[in-house]
């Protein structure tokens, strides 16, 4: 079964990142980033990431690409056409992530897997494990993270002000 | 260790499918960033990238039983929210001046 | 013996503060102090020398102080010790002496320098009195040759003075670089010294000579009398001397009159327990002399610069120094040097004098009538021209009939050759004098001359010139050989100490070869007198009679256009084609070729640098998949 919903949201996933880098049209690309954002958060739950699921269909989903659909519905272009400049860069892209797909397929198929640490399988995941986690031992990064995001929100509202003068 | 991932209603699957999913998105927002001209397809294709690297890491998570990983993921994911935020603001600043569809057009910093 | 040495090093020291104050303040500190200092020093420096020498007097022993030690380098060691015996008390009395009444003089004669100039003269001045003093003080090899090479530099600063004068400029050169040839001898000489005695000082060096050294000696010698003959203006390193007098008058007679060109004298006067063994080069010592002293004294007859008959009468004259020296009377080529600075520096500043009167003109031919109109200068240079030709009672004539008297009594055949060609050249001298004498300041005024009525000297260039013509006057009774034959020789018993005594005894014959060569000299004065004031005989007729010999004479024996020839157009060549070969393509294009190569590099490189953002990212991925590759490798090999 869970298998099943696997191989189903690996499709999906795969398709919509095709679908991302083919469209012509801004907002399709971002709707299939979106279903593959979503499909990305069935796969997590199905590795018993259930707080990380959770995140990323509101914060990442929700908030962040309908952020990107705003920008493009004010301000996009509707189409990309066909390019003067730099003819051989499309070919030798491909090439050169081919060559990165070969190489990184080479390196995970040999990896050699360490013994897993002994946790309970059914609170591995949970709120209260991430919370544990993020409240004493990770708590530089968490705070440090979050001024991060106090940062970028001040740079934002600043950068894009009406007023230049 | 055999990288087989167990779950409670019996069927397994293996760690490498996961990793292979998470490789494959990789590739492909690496491709789009090279190939897509537009600058906010451009970003989307980052994001892409940056959410094959939190499958990874969540796929590690299970495999290894240690939840770092999935913390990680979670911080990744804020950054790559402010990140998102302060490249749309950029670009809305660009914009403004001039009418951008095309990344190459903004090449003035040359040679 | 402490204040000796401390006594010498003041010697030194003052002229070189004096020299370094006006370098560095003298340009802006008022005249007045220049005045006072420049001149100043070198008397400071002259009272110390008088003490030294009432010191040797006393006790003629001499001091060997050594100061410190300048280099140690293995078993190489040079220190710097200052000798002080009768010789070089001897010389030092010159150099301050005479140099103190010159640069006295030139305080009036440079003022029409600006502030800068005129404390720039007198820096040099004193640099080149204190290098004359290390010259002469020195103790070991090394520093004489630090003295030697000095001197030769304020030679060319001060012939080059007005440098805003091309002839000046190339004056200067041509004295440096023939004076650097004989550098190289003195050098070489040194290096030969060193690996034959294992010592630069002289004291050790003088100690461990020795008969059977002969051969070696030679060498060291002739290569020393390469430096001597080139300081001095000898054949065949002489062309520079008459071009020297660009500089102004005072750096005539003192440089080149008085004490530089000196130096070469001195020099074989010190090294004689050397040149006493390499008979050779001392011979040849004598030779250059004589053969120098006739062929200046030639050219002598048809210049017409005055300054030009004074630089070869000092070729001349210093001709005799050098036959006096290579004889072996020592005692006698010193008192010629002495006498003869009396009486150059006195005629150079008297010419300075009248040219100074005459607003810068320096030809003869259009003086004239100078008798009446500056009386005071016309007998000073009467005075020192009668010294030269060797009158009695004047002190030329003391000294020169102690040169010749002791090559006569030497009597050997090369010594009586030698004889024979100073005698000839006295009566060469006498005439050349007189002509200059006469056209200066006897014959009416010419019509040519530039100033109607020419001014006699301010005190301050007439007092000196006034002191060495009483010394000119003077000056000969400390040394009386003729005639009286338990003579006063005080110059003798000076040096003796130094130098030895006069290897031979007076012979009586030498008497009546002295006054042969006074009267025929007084002779070949008048005979001028009947040439050019009387005018019984005219010169021109015999120019036209033999226009090939004045010619000769007038190019000074094609010396000049022959080292031009030989030398000069070969190195211009050389260095143009080393230059357009060597220097320009190779040395520049490899200087200039790295700089132009890294220009092209990096402009071939900033093509890189497109300026699109894909094509950033595209290497930004070749980058990361090279290292991933590079990872993997290295896995699967380690």
């Known amino acids: 079964m869970v298998a099943v919903v696997f191989w189903i949201a690996f499709i999906v996933a795969l398709l919509g990142g095709i679908s991302v880098v083919w469209q012509r049209e801004p907002l399709k690309s971002v709707l299939s980033l979106v279903a593959v954002m979503i499909a990305l958060s069935v796969i997590f739950l199905i590795l018993s990431a259930q707080f990380v699921f959770a995140v990323q269909v509101i914060v990442y989903a929700g908030a962040v690409m309908v952020l990107f659909l705003f920008v493009i519905a004010l301000m996009g272009p509707d189409r990309e056409g066909r390019s003067q400049r730099l003819r051989f860069q499309g070919w030798l892209a491909l090439l050169m992530v081919a060559v990165f797909a070969g190489l990184g397929w080479a390196m995970l198929s040999g990896i050699q897997f360490r013994a897993p640490e002994k946790t309970n399988i059914n609170l591995f995941g949970t709120v209260q494990q991430i919370a544990a986690g993020l409240f004493s031992t990770y708590l530089y990064p968490f705070e440090v993270t979050s001024f991060l995001l106090l940062v970028a929100a001040i740079g934002a509202i600043y950068l894009s002000r009406r007023e230049r003068d | 260790m055999d990288g087989v991932l167990h779950f409670p209603d019996g069927s397994t699957l293996d760690t490498g499918a996961f990793l292979l999913l998470g490789m494959l998105l990789f590739v492909i927002g690496a491709a789009g960033v090279m190939i897509r001209r537009n600058p906010l397809v451009i970003l989307i294709c980052i994001e892409l990238m940056l959410n094959a690297v939190n499958l990874t890491l969540i796929t590690f998570a299970r495999q290894l039983q240690n939840l770092e990983g999935q913390l990680f993921a979670l911080m990744v994911m804020t950054v790559a929210a402010a990140e998102a935020v302060v490249g749309l603001a950029v670009l809305v600043d660009i914009f403004r001046v001039r009418e951008v569809e095309d990344i190459d057009d903004l090449s003035e910093l040359k040679g | 013996?402490?204040?000796?040495?401390?006594?010498?090093?003041?010697?030194?020291?003052?002229?070189?503060?004096?020299?370094?104050?006006?370098?560095?303040?003298?340009?802006?500190?008022?005249?007045?102090?220049?005045?006072?200092?420049?001149?100043?020093?070198?008397?400071?420096?002259?009272?110390?020398?008088?003490?030294?020498?009432?010191?040797?007097?006393?006790?003629?022993?001499?001091?060997?102080?050594?100061?410190?030690?300048?280099?140690?380098?293995?078993?190489?060691?040079?220190?710097?010790?200052?000798?002080?015996?009768?010789?070089?008390?001897?010389?030092?009395?010159?150099?301050?002496?005479?140099?103190?009444?010159?640069?006295?003089?030139?305080?009036?004669?440079?003022?029409?320098?600006?502030?800068?100039?005129?404390?720039?003269?007198?820096?040099?001045?004193?640099?080149?009195?204190?290098?004359?003093?290390?010259?002469?003080?020195?103790?070991?090899?090394?520093?004489?040759?630090?003295?030697?090479?000095?001197?030769?530099?304020?030679?060319?600063?001060?012939?080059?003075?007005?440098?805003?004068?091309?002839?000046?400029?190339?004056?200067?050169?041509?004295?440096?670089?023939?004076?650097?040839?004989?550098?190289?001898?003195?050098?070489?000489?040194?290096?030969?010294?060193?690996?034959?005695?294992?010592?630069?000082?002289?004291?050790?060096?003088?100690?461990?000579?020795?008969?059977?050294?002969?051969?070696?000696?030679?060498?060291?010698?002739?290569?020393?009398?390469?430096?001597?003959?080139?300081?001095?203006?000898?054949?065949?390193?002489?062309?520079?001397?008459?071009?020297?007098?660009?500089?102004?008058?005072?750096?005539?007679?003192?440089?080149?009159?008085?004490?530089?060109?000196?130096?070469?004298?001195?020099?074989?006067?010190?090294?004689?327990?050397?040149?006493?063994?390499?008979?050779?080069?001392?011979?040849?010592?004598?030779?250059?002399?004589?053969?120098?002293?006739?062929?200046?004294?030639?050219?002598?007859?048809?210049?017409?610069?005055?300054?030009?008959?004074?630089?070869?009468?000092?070729?001349?004259?210093?001709?005799?120094?050098?036959?006096?020296?290579?004889?072996?009377?020592?005692?006698?080529?010193?008192?010629?040097?002495?006498?003869?600075?009396?009486?150059?520096?006195?005629?150079?500043?008297?010419?300075?004098?009248?040219?100074?009167?005459?607003?810068?003109?320096?030809?003869?031919?259009?003086?004239?009538?100078?008798?009446?109109?500056?009386?005071?200068?016309?007998?000073?240079?009467?005075?020192?021209?009668?010294?030269?030709?060797?009158?009695?009672?004047?002190?030329?004539?003391?000294?020169?009939?102690?040169?010749?008297?002791?090559?006569?009594?030497?009597?050997?055949?090369?010594?009586?050759?030698?004889?024979?060609?100073?005698?000839?050249?006295?009566?060469?001298?006498?005439?050349?004098?007189?002509?200059?004498?006469?056209?200066?300041?006897?014959?009416?005024?010419?019509?040519?001359?530039?100033?109607?009525?020419?001014?006699?000297?301010?005190?301050?260039?007439?007092?000196?010139?006034?002191?060495?013509?009483?010394?000119?006057?003077?000056?000969?009774?400390?040394?009386?050989?003729?005639?009286?034959?338990?003579?006063?020789?005080?110059?003798?018993?000076?040096?003796?100490?130094?130098?030895?005594?006069?290897?031979?005894?007076?012979?009586?014959?030498?008497?009546?070869?002295?006054?042969?060569?006074?009267?025929?000299?007084?002779?070949?004065f008048f005979l001028a007198y009947r040439f050019y004031v009387q005018r019984r005989w005219d010169p021109a007729v015999l120019r036209s009679r033999y226009p090939w010999l004045q010619t000769l004479l007038e190019r000074k024996y094609w010396f000049d256009e022959a080292y031009d020839a030989a030398f000069v157009r070969p190195m211009d060549w050389l260095g143009a084609a080393l230059n357009r070969y060597v220097d320009r393509p190779i040395i520049n294009g490899a200087v200039l070729g790295v700089g132009a190569r890294t220009e092209e590099t990096a402009s071939d490189l900033s093509l890189t640098q497109s300026g699109y953002f894909r094509n950033y990212v595209l290497v930004f991925t070749v980058g990361v998949v090279i290292l991933l590759a590079a990872v993997m490798i290295r896995g699967a090999i380690g």
């Not at chain 3, 530099?153 to 050169?173: H, K």
């Not at chain 3, 010419?351 to 009538?369: L, S, Y």
């Open chain 3, 1 to 524: 013996m402490q204040d000796t040495a401390i006594l010498a090093l003041l010697v030194l020291l003052f002229p070189a503060t004096g020299a370094v104050l006006h370098a560095f303040f003298g340009w802006r500190w008022p005249r007045a102090l220049t005045m006072l200092l420049g001149p100043g020093v070198v008397w400071l420096s002259f009272i110390c020398v008088v003490i030294l020498f009432a010191g040797q007097i006393v006790d003629s022993r001499p001091t060997d102080s050594t100061y410190w030690t300048w280099i140690t380098s293995g078993s190489f060691t040079t220190p710097f010790n200052l000798l002080v015996d009768n010789l070089s008390v001897f010389m030092c009395l010159v150099i301050t002496g005479v140099g103190g009444l010159i640069v006295t003089y030139s305080v009036g004669y440079m003022e029409h320098e600006n502030n800068a100039s005129y404390a720039r003269f007198f820096c040099y001045m004193d640099l080149f009195v204190f290098s004359m003093l290390l010259l002469v003080l020195a103790g070991n090899f090394v520093f004489l040759i630090v003295g030697w090479a000095m001197v030769g530099l304020s030679s060319y600063l001060l012939i080059g003075f007005w440098y805003q004068r091309p002839s000046a400029v190339v004056a200067a050169r041509k004295a440096f670089v023939m004076n650097v040839i004989g550098d190289i001898g003195m050098i070489l000489a040194a290096f030969l010294i060193w690996v034959t005695y294992h010592s630069v000082v002289f004291r050790d060096v003088f100690g461990r000579t020795g008969r059977s050294d002969s051969g070696g000696l030679e060498i060291i010698c002739f290569l020393l009398l390469i430096g001597a003959v080139a300081k001095s203006a000898q054949l065949p390193l002489h062309t520079w001397l008459p071009d020297a007098m660009e500089g102004p008058t005072p750096v005539s007679a003192l440089i080149h009159a008085a004490t530089m060109v000196t130096a070469g004298v001195y020099l074989v006067g010190r090294m004689h327990p050397l040149f006493d063994v390499a008979t050779y080069a001392h011979d040849a010592v004598a030779l250059i002399g004589a053969v120098t002293a006739l062929f200046a004294a030639t050219i002598a007859f048809v210049q017409t610069d005055i300054k030009r008959v004074l630089a070869y009468s000092t070729m001349s004259q210093i001709g005799y120094m050098f036959l006096a020296v290579g004889l072996g009377a020592y005692s006698a080529g010193f008192f010629h040097l002495l006498s003869h600075a009396f009486f150059k520096a006195l005629l150079f500043m008297a010419a300075g004098n009248v040219i100074h009167a005459m607003a810068d003109e320096q030809d003869i031919r259009k003086f004239g009538g100078l008798w009446k109109d500056m009386r005071t200068t016309s007998l000073c240079f009467l005075v020192g021209a009668l010294s030269l030709a060797g009158i009695i009672p004047f002190v030329g004539f003391w000294s020169k009939e102690v040169v010749l008297g002791d090559a006569f009594s030497r009597g050997d055949p090369f010594a009586l050759a030698m004889w024979a060609i100073g005698f000839v050249t006295a009566l060469g001298t006498g005439f050349y004098t007189g002509r200059m004498f006469y056209l200066a300041f006897w014959v009416p005024k010419s019509p040519e001359r530039p100033v109607e009525h020419p001014h006699e000297a301010p005190p301050t260039m007439l007092i000196p010139i006034g002191i060495l013509a009483l010394l000119s006057t003077i000056g000969g009774f400390i040394q009386i050989n003729a005639g009286f034959h338990n003579g006063w020789k005080l110059v003798d018993s000076f040096l003796q100490p130094a130098v030895g005594a006069l290897g031979w005894e007076e012979r009586s014959l030498e008497y009546i070869a002295t006054a042969a060569t006074v009267l025929l000299g007084a002779f070949t």
